[in-house]
């Protein structure tokens, strides 16, 4: 960064290094994401008993790729009578705000694109956007199927972002701190310091399991996916979108999915902490490579989910988030401030 | 510097969303420039450094509150014809809310700000949120329980008035009788013969 505002100047220097790692970030992001997709595909299809994308590439690696092609040369198709500017605005929104989070998501204690203090209030609030994309494109369509689907997606996550809000309150709550970086810290610190037992997810257990349900109503996967149920509503919000645009939203949803899978790492299963204790050399040192082991047994998790579970009826989604949940980390807010001032606390 | 150049950008973009949402055609529309109104407001606070409110404006306004708004906007069959017909009778009406609005705004900045926070030598390696909390709930915490107060009465109403259990012929679905129901309540056996016994002489 020196050498660059030695050479372009101060603010040139410093905007031309942003946009570099930018690059940096965006790039193997979207590669990830592109085999996370194929990776969907083959898990499903071994669950299946089949054998799933086999036939691009390599038992199907360069599948992804082949989609994409697929996905540029199709015709835009813009229905008539539909509202075209937020037609095609849409889209853009859903990917620009699952995109832009990523800007404070921590990888390790210093591969961070920026360290702010108020991240995890930022995550929120950024993917809280997210929705308007949903609603949008279901009602710029100018169709009934995309215009039910919206409604639903709005409706879903907003109930589900309330709970998932109060189980950020636990963890809030615990390491008294907004910043990612530093929750991550605060989860190896404390009477059961350094051991697999003071990550969150043990001692907030109630939290982590709202959380990850939640989750997974939040980026409107299965069993929660009826804003895009194929029975009832063709395709939901995206029924009306072709070629790139239905591939912007592809990539959104997956985008998506990796966020939240990073997070729930972050906050509940410490992130780049080792598992093991410190005296075992370079497996017990925390590493970036532990978050990423992490993220990819959640999202096996996501793909595990989609093939086990059945699809929630509407009126259960509802039921679940707003009289389930919600009551549980509620009541878990008290017991846990209990427990943190009284002598059996365990973050001294 | 550069900063200016930001402020002004983001104030003309303010300005200008605030104005289409009076003069957009579309109800829809008029929504989404207030939302764009929003988000460039809390880039402006973000600007003066008060990071915890300009999220916050984010998560509650744009993220909560503009899509149930958005929501029912959608929903709504608005004919904007017949709302435009009253424009000249209300519009005395109009101005003069209008100049007791500016002149409330114009007061409350020239006249001194009624919250005093007095920071002391500690809180200054703090970050913004935790010092408005701390303000909240020490300084401040009796409006604080007030203003919670009033939001659980009117959450309260709004659940007095959708509440259907006084009716007698209101339906609801038992989940955890739909759960415990087994397959032996619903479906019933029934042994037949396997052929119809032939019917004599055909």
């Known amino acids: ?348 | 510097m550069l900063q200016t150049v930001f402020f002004y950008a983001f104030s003309i973009v303010l300005v200008l969303s605030a104005l289409q949402v009076v003069l957009a055609k579309n109800p829809v529309q008029s929504v989404l420039f207030l939302v764009l109104a929003f988000v460039t407001s809390s880039c402006l606070w973000i600007m003066l450094n008060v990071e915890f409110l300009a999220l916050t404006l984010i998560l509650v306004y744009v993220g909560a509150v503009m899509v149930l708004f958005l929501f029912v906007v959608m929903m709504l069959d608005i004919d904007i014809e017949t709302m435009r017909k009253g424009f000249w009778k209300n519009l005395p009406l109009a101005i003069c809310l209008g100049l007791v609005i500016l002149v409330e705004m114009i007061m409350v900045l020239v006249t001194k700000p009624v919250v005093v926070y007095k920071m002391s030598q500690t809180d200054a390696t703090l970050s913004n949120s935790n010092q408005i909390g701390w303000v909240l709930y020490t300084q401040y915490s009796y409006p604080v329980e007030l203003a919670s107060l009033i939001l659980l009465l009117g959450l309260v109403v709004a659940v007095a008035l959708t509440l259907r259990s006084s009716e007698k012929n209101a339906k609801y679905q038992d989940i955890s009788k739909q759960v415990a129901v087994s397959s032996l309540g619903r479906i019933e056996m029934v042994k037949m013969q396997a052929e119809k016994p032939e019917i004599e002489g055909e």
């Open chain 1, 1 to 348: 960064m020196e050498t660059l505002q030695n050479l372009l100047g101060i603010n040139l220097g410093f905007f031309v290094w942003k946009l570099i790692c930018v690059i940096a970030l965006v790039v193997p992001l979207t590669i990830f994401v592109a085999y996370v997709t194929l990776a969907e595909r083959k898990v499903l299809g071994y669950m299946h008993a089949r054998l799933g994308a086999n036939r691009v590439g390599p038992k199907g690696l360069l599948q992804p790729f082949a989609d994409l092609l697929k996905f540029i040369f199709k015709e835009l198709l813009v229905p008539t009578k539909a509202s075209s500017k937020i037609f095609t605005i849409s889209p853009m929104i859903i990917l620009i705000c699952a995109l832009v989070t990523w800007a404070v998501v921590p990888l390790s204690p210093t591969l961070v694109f920026t360290n702010v203090n108020a991240s995890l209030l930022y995550v929120v609030a950024i993917s809280s956007l997210g929705v308007y994309g949903i609603v949008l494109a279901g009602w710029a369509g100018n169709s009934k199927y995309s215009f039910l689907g919206g409604v639903r997606a709005t409706a879903q996550m907003i109930s589900y972002e309330l709970a998932m809000g109060f189980a950020l309150v636990g963890v809030l709550m615990v390491s008294g701190t907004l910043n990612l970086i530093d929750i991550v810290k605060y989860q190896s610190v404390g009477m059961l310091g350094g051991s697999i037992l003071s990550w969150n997810f043990i001692p907030l257990f109630p939290f982590f399991l709202v959380y990850l349900i939640s989750g997974v109503a939040e980026t409107n996967r299965a069993p929660f996916d009826v804003c895009e149920g194929e029975s009832e509503i063709v395709a939901g919000f995206f029924v009306e979108y072709s070629g790139t645009t239905f591939a912007l939203f592809m990539l959104a949803e997956y985008v998506n999915m990796v966020l939240v899978s990073t997070l729930t790492a972050l906050m509940f299963l410490g992130g780049w902490l080792s598992p093991f204790p410190a005296s075992w050399g370079i497996i017990g040192t925390a590493n970036m490579a532990y978050l990423v082991l992490k993220v990819c047994f959640l999202l096996f998790g996501f793909i595990w989910y989609r093939a086990t579970f059945p699809r929630y009826r509407y009126d259960q989604i509802m039921r679940l988030g707003w009289k389930v949940f919600l009551p549980i980390t509620l009541v878990w807010i008290f017991v846990l401030g209990a427990w943190m001032v009284s002598p059996l606390s365990i973050w001294h």
